[in-house]
């Protein structure tokens, strides 16, 4: 457990300067690459390559060592044998290096041997107040800076800027193993803790909550270092920002693959998921839950009720929906008076929620006025929290059309939407994505992610309202 | 209920001559687009287009009526104003017609009016045995000979043939509603049931149940015409080949909601679902879950038992699918002690289940070995019945020699594996994926999906094997 009286770690998302120790070699060299990544990505700050074969590396001036940097540095990257990672954060702590993430595996989750190099490693950070992050991480990632500690190959040069911090326990959560570019997840940060020998999961939660840029926190974590220390600041945080944890050990097994790969017993993971809960964080079950459902809380209210809406132009998917509507927590909303009168004159068969438009568009000469005039009558029922609606594309549709109800229809709305995308080419659908993804709103390509999702916003709507009133005791609500 | 004492369908599939009725305007009439869809697949019979406005379309030879073609036609995809309807279904059954489609609709789903016209063509099936499919329906499509009877705008050209039969009660199960060229969904056959007025769904099991090119069905049903009998269908095709049902109803509401699109009662639903189960058929939750499990039944034995070995490249997903594994009803396998000494030899950290490659890759000198003989290990282990394999896809990964070492290694061995691919890019996933699946191999984005898709096929392992033992008493198992 770490004992740092500074639990600032600023540094290890907006250093104005880095220290790159590791290899040069221009063909694959973990520190070569961590440099050209950054470059890729317009790092804003200053980068010293270390290495005592190289003079330079991508035009930079390189150092033997640390020590001859003649700049203040304030995070160091560490990539090198393991062997010899205790020296070189001797030489950072020597140095008055802020931060040093240490990439090189073999440490702890290994055995003894390296368990025993990973002690030496924390008694220097103990000792000088150098902040630790890993070993076994690829580190940080900032979209406000090009910050991007990653040396592996990364094959896009493009990451877009939002409000989604990303964290990890796994390398999985980086740029160089998902999709970032063409999913176009709006991010904020993202962060491997690795071995968490120093930073963990309390100190990242800290940091994040102060972070402006960040609005929502989604977290892969195998273990807790300090359990009551971790569900108080889920408390703190919660209460201002949604926490969605993804967490190996549901099952007995899966509690122990998760201990035996992290090293911590099982028995307390099991002991703490009531806890965290109660504190506010919200459980997601799967890595398809943890990439896509954060961005229904980009740029879009939460959702005063429960009550969803469903708007599809397929009978037979609007009515299978239900059954995920109240699986994951939702209630089917029953549409007021005056919207079963508004959507009756359009067509009697409209006015039933789900709203199945499918038998209606064909058939109307315009059908244009008479999906807006759905939208917004759904949209306008008091009685509606929220609504999934439904969009088609394909080589021939009319996207912007469609767009263009939405900005109108929306444009006073104060209730979350989400979309779920259907259509006959995947080409067109993912375009179609990433447009309404570009206006700040979610798309999905299945109807039940898109439900889920909403209904993870209207859990945190409830989480958030009890923590801000004080009280608890409610918290502890179904969260499928 | 039908009660047809002609139990075949095969003309709604395999028709040498069709007759399609409906407008031929040729910027989107649906009889038009009906039959430029026909030719886009290269349907291999003859096509009337009927319409007294025409002289011809397409350069085929429009008639007038039906009774005007010379030739017998056995199949008519009726497409006209719903009063029409059962005037040209008199004039189908008088010429001797075999099977019509209508895909008209305001038929029984939209009222007492539209019943009575709906039972109007009842009655005309009954009195001349002419068999109807619908209304309300897209109808058939049959990879083998090129039919698609579906008359709305199809954007792409080719469908993958296959094995896999989708079956629905909705036009989304559609070509007009699918990225089927892109998916590379292996087909067989395609069918909307519509309203059902006359051919339902244990016709369509039967026929199913005999076609060879057809190894499993997946379908989803609203309601069931005929519990028992039904039932007693399902029990008998399921002894040969899987059953898989997508029906709304989980929940109370879903039920409620899915009564009201079908007019069948709700309670019905209900009390059906755990006669299904024990009947043999395997419920899936997700429109997913219908479209990509299926593929595990394609080219692959089943497994044994319910044993999963996991190979990933990253700890983290490893140890999260630990839990989706034990969810849904498999036990992760207690590798042999001769497996274990394998891997052993390659690295001790390999020598557990999910096996992480993460560490070992970067840090050996040529990786493909490694990755051979884990892979050849974990298939060989009598401990393993099936396996979830892991693929990186980027612009720079190397498929076709990750894919050789499958070949070689998967040469011999009788247990089914999935596939999850991840990487940079949707690009080269999506690539990879049709490669995957051209070899008849499921591959899928999410590891949840990949682990979900053997789960089902152990659970069908289970259920066949009872259901040819004659025992049923064990079929009641847990289907998550």
């Known amino acids: 457990m770490a004992?740092?009286?500074?639990s600032d770690i600023r540094a290890f998302f907006e250093p104005r300067t880095i220290a790159v120790i590791g290899s040069l070699n221009e063909w694959g060299g973990l520190g070569y690459t961590a440099i050209k990544n950054m470059r890729q990505f317009n790092f804003a700050g200053r980068i010293y390559p270390i290495n005592p074969s190289y003079k330079e590396a991508l035009g930079l001036k390189a150092y033997p060592d640390v020590s001859a940097v003649e700049d203040q540095v304030d995070l160091a990257i560490v990539i090198t044998p393991k062997q010899k990672v205790p020296g070189i954060i001797d030489q950072c702590a020597q140095k008055g290096v802020k931060a040093a993430i240490i990439v090189s595996d073999g440490f702890a989750e290994t055995g003894e041997s390296g368990a025993r190099l990973q002690r030496q490693i924390v008694e220097i950070s103990h000792?000088?107040?150098?902040?630790?992050?890993?070993?076994?991480?690829?580190?940080?990632?900032?979209?406000?800076?090009g910050l991007v500690t990653n040396p592996y190959?990364?094959?896009?040069?493009?990451?877009?800027?939002?409000?989604?911090?990303?964290?990890?326990?796994?390398?999985?959560?980086?740029?160089?193993?998902?999709?970032?570019k063409d999913q176009a997840y709006?991010?904020?940060?993202?962060?491997?803790?690795?071995?968490?020998?120093?930073?963990?999961?309390?100190?990242?939660?800290?940091y994040l909550s102060q972070d402006p840029q960040t609005?929502?926190?989604?977290?892969?974590?195998?273990?807790?270092?300090?359990?009551?220390?971790?569900?108080?600041?889920?408390?703190k945080v919660a209460a201002r920002k949604p926490v969605l944890l993804l967490k190996p050990g549901r099952t007995e097994r899966g509690a122990k693959a998760s201990a035996s790969h992290t090293g911590s017993l099982a028995g307390s993971e099991r002991i703490y998921d009531a806890a965290f809960r109660?504190?506010?964080?919200?459980?997601?079950?799967?890595?398809?839950?943890f990439w896509e459902i954060p961005?229904?809380?980009?740029?879009?209210p939460l959702p005063r009720g429960n009550r969803i809406a469903i708007i599809t132009f397929t009978g037979g998917v609007g009515v299978a929906s239900v059954d995920t509507a109240e699986e994951c927590g939702l209630a089917i909303a029953d549409f007021?008076?005056?919207?079963?009168?508004?959507?009756?004159?359009?067509?009697?068969?409209?006015?039933?929620?789900?709203?199945?438009?499918?038998?209606?568009?064909?058939?109307?000469?315009?059908?244009l006025p008479v999906l807006e005039e759905t939208i917004a009558a759904v949209l306008d029922d008091s009685n509606v929290d929220c609504v999934t609606a439904t969009l088609y594309a394909s080589s021939g549709a009319e996207t912007p059309v469609y767009m263009d109800i939405f900005d109108r229809v929306m444009k006073n709305v104060t209730k979350p939407v989400s979309f779920w995308i259907y259509g006959t080419e995947l080409g067109p659908m993912e375009d179609l994505s990433r447009q309404v993804q570009g206006r700040g709103l979610p798309a999905y390509f299945d109807i039940e992610l898109a439900i889920k999702a909403l209904a993870t916003a209207a859990h945190y709507s409830r989480v958030k309202s009890s923590l801000n009133q004080g009280a608890t005791g409610i918290l502890n609500t179904r969260n499928s």
Chains 1, 2 share one sequence.
């Open 295 to 300: 961005r229904v809380f980009i740029n879009q």
């Open 186 to 206: 709006p991010i904020s940060k993202m962060c491997d803790l690795g071995n968490k020998c120093d930073v963990n999961e309390v100190d990242l939660l800290n």
């Open 153 to 180: 190959f990364i094959s896009y040069d493009k990451i877009y800027k939002g409000n989604i911090a990303y964290c990890s326990q796994s390398g999985i959560v980086g740029a160089q193993g998902q999709p970032l």
């Open 215 to 235: 609005s929502v926190i989604a977290m892969h974590i195998e273990d807790v270092k300090d359990g009551h220390k971790f569900i108080d600041t889920v408390r």
């Open 127 to 145: 000792r000088s107040g150098l902040r630790i992050m890993g070993p076994n991480t690829i580190g940080t990632l900032n979209t406000a800076n």
């Open 278 to 289: 109660q504190a506010g964080a919200i459980r997601l079950n799967t890595w398809r839950e």
């Open 3 to 6: 004992l740092h009286a500074n």
């Open 336 to 367: 007021s008076p005056a919207t079963v009168s508004r959507l009756s004159k359009l067509s009697p068969q409209l006015a039933r929620n789900p709203v199945d438009l499918g038998p209606i568009i064909p058939v109307t000469d315009d059908p």
